[in-house]
T-cell receptor, first 115, second 116 residues
């Protein structure tokens, strides 16, 4: 079974530029999450999708971050304009409906450096 | 807001020694999950505990959920170099409602180093 795919793995941009990250969850997983992990900290939830709808974006800084999952499969997270404090690893995770209920499957992450 | 704290932040052990990390939540949790993140890697699910006082074992790893469902611990017996990594506990966000699964608040993690 293929895991959660993310790209790009690494991105370096200057502040005020824009960046987009892509995620393809495990096939059949209806729920998709974006987490932000700053160095030395645990992951922090940004947004949750159920199929193509947003379930929770209360922790997403909407003035600069946006995310979509138009067809209920892959998802894109965008940051515009980026700030220095956005330097982090952006982790996409998905969850299936059955099995171990709460288990999240994380992708390898996209490491963003903002200069 | 809800806080999940872990101690210690760092733990250095000699191979063969035991290791324990503790997790405390500011709110009662419906369940708690543990993840392991290898250096440069992504979090990988280890286990989920649901019942008050629950104890689960996975080979050398023992997980406990406190009676009040506000704390948890992970104990590794006779550590090996393959145990190196950061161990995170995570609980459902407070007031997350019926779709709380996966909306996790993570602790800051305990970084385990094992010296051969």
């Amino acid at each position: 079974e293929a895991g959660v795919a993310q790209s790009p793995r690494y991105k370096i941009i200057e502040k005020r530029q824009s960046v987009a990250f892509w995620c393809n969850p495990i096939s059949g997983h209806a729920t998709l999450y974006w987490y932000q992990q700053i160095l030395g900290q645990g992951p922090k939830l940004l947004i949750q999708f159920q199929n193509n709808g947003v379930v929770d974006d209360s922790q997403l800084p909407k003035d600069r971050f946006s995310a979509e999952r138009l067809k209920g499969v892959d998802s894109t997270l965008k940051i515009q304009p980026a700030k220095l404090e956005d330097s982090a690893v952006y982790l996409c995770a998905s969850r299936g409906a059955g099995g171990r209920t709460g288990e999240l499957f994380f992708g390898e992450g996209s490491r963003l450096t903002v200069l | 807001g809800q806080q999940v704290m872990q101690i210690p932040q760092y733990q250095h052990v000699q191979e063969g020694e035991d290791f324990t990390t503790y997790c405390n939540s500011s709110t009662t949790l419906s369940n708690i999950q543990w993840y392991k993140q290898r250096p440069g890697g992504h979090p990988v699910f280890l286990i989920q505990l649901v019942k008050s006082g629950e104890v689960k074992k996975q080979k050398r790893l023992t997980f406990q959920f406190g009676e009040a469902k506000k704390n948890s611990s992970l104990h590794i017996t006779a550590t090996q170099t393959t145990d190196v990594g950061t161990y995170f506990c995570a609980g459902p966000r407070a007031n997350a409602g019926g779709t709380s699964y996966g909306k996790l608040t993570f602790g800051q993690g305990t970084i385990l180093t094992v010296h051969p």
